[in-house]
């Protein structure tokens, strides 16, 4: 092989370094440098390494070499093809990249959320499966629906390949126009324009000091407490919670639904005796008097607690207790608060202490049952 | 990343030289114990470059990804510093002399890395190249922290200004850079085998014991 460092190139390919849509031909040259004793019969060609049938090959002068290519496919790789002329030795003359591909389709399913109002993050889809012979170039633009221009999004890659994040200067009231444009040597494709409000697409953090504990003795109940994010206290928005929750060993989540602007709830119908795994999640409904849904937060770090032993069934969110809520418990919690006022040293009377005669009349009923 | 787990078992290691209690984490501890460092840190940075040329050869494509490839050596300007040298000379040099030549190669080197850390196609590629220039970044300090030690100036002038290295045209087409590009890295490869071999040289002739007397001497 050519060892030898000359000035000029040895050889010139042409064209260098086309584009080319897939199935389309080529015909190429190699044309020797004067400076160079080569001739016409002395070169061959290789394509990604693999030597091209000599069939193929013309003569155009005395050190000019032609090929001639059919049906090309996508490039093998994205920096091109390596489409080589070589000397009858191996030593490499000359190369040209071949960009073998298809233009890029229209960018779909574009999806935007803003973190407490401060900033806004874009995904989207590539138009095909995302199988490109060519390197596309995706760019998020955005612009104030009334007002004349464009802003061009620069941090891409932040939440996946397809996405983009907008970090500051967002203005609220007015409803924005985003699009995505994807480019690449063959064309450029500009996806639907999405309008939207950045009042409307509001997602934040999760609560934040989730704490499960257990509710005196009761086998059956566990209580959850946490506390709103506080990233949006100064805005009006009544928040909305999920709480999911799950047993240790099971992959199942049971979910309670209509927990609404409270920053607790009580679990019921619980497995004595369990460990379960709690998480919360929020929800900005109405922030500034928006009518829409915000977009959930992720789900706060699972807190697990366990209730106490025993037994029984089923599921569901308890403000106050249940079952336990009948009149009767009803009357007699009122009954011990004016105890607790009037009668000096029954301090230690109170509705806890009727919950645990339940549990303990429960637990009597049960081995009274068994023998 | 793992640039930083470097610096920090560099700095850890550095902390705990016994004789020198009262030092803190500074380039002015042990030579001996710095030259060590920067000798592991060439055969770390040997074992990422491997993965690192396989990626990127590969996204070149055939036949710069064979393993028999040679190609010419066109004569464009001689950007990158050849880490090639006469045996004699090679033994000849001043420990000085043999520290700037792998700061100067180093340097510039991660200088064309750059470069190519913005051109390239792939995220993968792009997220691998960046890591490795963040440690070769480790192994400029490195050295230039042991000829601090050892009372050398660092060799003069930045590693080139941010538009490009020095010196170097642009490859006048895309099968031309590919071919520099496979030269970057087969260069950078034959750097690092040759500084295994400096830094072992090194090693043998400035244990830790020398450089305890130099800096009592200078003070310390």
Sequence with gaps: ?371 | GDSWGIFTFLCAALCNLPALPALNCSEELGAGQSIQQTYDLTRYLEHQLRTLAGTYLNYLGPPFNEPDFNPPRLARAERVPSATVDLDLWRGLTDNARLAANYRAYSRLLCYLRVLDGQVGTAELRHRLAHFCASLQGLVLSIGGVMSSLGYPLPAGPAGPPAGPPGAPPAPNDFLKKMDDFWLLKELQTWLWRSAKDFNRLKKKVPPAVVTLRLEARGF
């Design chain 1, 1 to 371: 092989p050519l060892s030898v460092s000359p000035a000029a190139a040895p050889a010139v390919i042409s064209p260098q370094d086309p584009t080319l849509l897939i199935g389309s031909s080529l015909v190429a040259t190699c044309t020797v440098s004067p400076d160079f004793p080569l001739k016409a019969e002395d070169l061959y060609w290789t394509l990604n390494g693999r030597r091209l049938p000599a069939a193929s090959y013309s003569t155009l002068g005395p050190s000019t070499l032609s090929v001639a290519l059919a049906r090309l496919n996508g490039s093998r790789q994205q920096s091109g093809d390596n489409l080589v002329c070589h000397s009858r030795d191996g030593g490499i003359l000359a190369g040209s990249c071949l960009y073998v591909g298809l233009p890029p389709e229209k960018p779909v399913n574009i999806t935007c959320w803003s973190k407490n109002m401060k900033d806004l993050t874009c995904k989207w889809a590539p138009g095909t499966e995302g199988e490109t012979f060519l390197h596309t170039n995706y760019t998020l633009k955005y612009k104030l629906r009334w007002y004349g221009r464009d802003n061009t999004c620069q941090e891409y890659h932040t939440a996946g390949p397809y996405s983009c994040h907008i970090p500051k200067d967002l203005a609220l009231f007015t409803p924005y126009e985003i699009w995505v444009e994807a480019s690449n040597r063959l064309g450029v494709a500009v996806s639907d324009v999405v309008m939207l409000d950045i009042l409307d697409v509001v997602t934040t953090d999760p609560p934040s000091d989730v704490h499960v504990s257990r509710v005196g003795d009761l086998e059956d109940q566990l209580s959850v407490r946490w506390s709103s994010p506080p990233a949006l206290k100064d805005f009006l928005f009544q928040a909305k919670y999920q709480i999911q929750y799950r047993v240790e060993d099971s992959s199942e989540w049971k979910v309670v639904d209509d927990v609404g602007n409270q920053t607790s709830c009580r679990l019921a119908g619980l497995r004595p005796g369990t460990v379960y795994f709690v998480q919360v999640r929020c929800n900005p409904f109405g922030i500034y008097g928006s009518k829409k849904a915000g977009i959930w937060s992720d789900w706060s770090n699972p807190t697990a607690a366990s209730t106490p032993r025993s037994e029984r069934g089923a599921g569901g969110c308890d403000p106050k207790g249940g079952e336990q809520n009948t009149t009767l418990r009803r009357e007699l919690k009122q009954f011990f608060g004016w105890v607790k006022k009037h009668a000096y040293g029954c301090s230690n009377l109170g509705i806890k202490l009727y919950d645990q005669w339940r549990v303990w009349l429960q637990k009597s009923h049960k081995t009274r049952n068994q023998v």
